[in-house]
């Protein structure tokens, strides 16, 4: 069956240092990653979506990889804050006739 | 623009009670999303709306949900009768199209619990 996997342990991070966290996925050939942010009490907010054609994204301090062989995607926050703690989901799109599935997140918390 | 709004935002009720939940996604978005959020867990899609008609709702458990979107504007989900492992943060989301890789946008949710 389709699985997504993402760190099930919270990530804690020194500021100011590259916060990376991964996404792996089986039996499953998605057309379409997305990553969302989710803080305590609200809905996620999108944050990036990369192509299966793509291999990398960049926006402000956020960077995605997508490496369809390894069936893994990468999520990295540079020069990280405090302001960036949060759970870290990701989420994989067949089609875009399809759902969208989503990991089980990764809680990230970045120590001043 | 006014983001996706979801009401309540929280709901206690006891097994075999009904509740319902409404959602008014962003003006002008003709898709419509509800998904079921278990703490700990990613949010589940139930039931995706593309105006008023069902686009994908084969992991909505039918037998006690039930959801609608008349006038393709907003929406209610309703659990008869509920259990208590329907305890969840229940999100509402909508996107302009379902074209490709499209942005969702989702409510705060509403958090039940079913005791």
């Known amino acids: 069956s389709q699985k997504i996997e993402q760190n099930s342990e919270a990530l804690n991070i020194q500021e100011g240092k590259t916060a990376t966290l991964t996404c792996n996925y089986t039996?499953?050939?998605?057309?379409?990653l997305q990553w969302y942010r989710q803080d305590p009490g609200r809905g996620p907010v999108f944050l990036l979506l990369?192509?299966?054609?793509?291999k990398e994204k960049r926006k402000e301090r956020l960077k995605v990889t997508f490496d369809t062989t390894l069936k893994q995607s990468l999520f990295h926050i540079t020069a990280s804050q405090p302001a960036d703690s949060a759970t870290y989901l990701c989420?994989?799109?067949?089609?875009?006739?399809?759902?969208?599935?989503f990991g089980s997140g990764t809680r990230l918390s970045i120590r001043p | 623009e006014a983001g996706v709004a979801q009401s309540p935002r929280y709901k206690i009720i006891e097994k075999r009670q009904s509740v319902a939940f409404w959602c008014n996604p962003i003006s002008g978005h003709a898709t419509l999303y509800w998904y079921q959020q278990i703490l700990g867990q990613g949010p589940k899609l139930l039931i995706q709306f593309q105006n008023n008609g069902v686009v994908d709702d084969s992991q909505l458990p039918k037998d006690r949900f039930s959801a609608e979107r008349l006038k393709g504007v907003d929406s209610t989900l309703k659990i008869q009768p509920a259990k208590l492992e329907d305890s969840a943060v229940y999100l509402c989301?909508?996107?302009?199209?379902?074209?490709?890789?499209?942005?969702?946008?989702f409510g705060p949710g509403t958090r039940l619990t079913v005791l």
């Open positions: 039996n499953y050939s998605p057309a379409y």
């Open positions: 989420a994989l799109e067949a089609s875009s006739a399809s759902k969208i599935i």
């Open positions: 990369i192509r299966e054609n793509e």
């Open positions: 989301a909508s996107s302009l199209d379902r074209g490709a890789g499209d942005t969702q946008y």
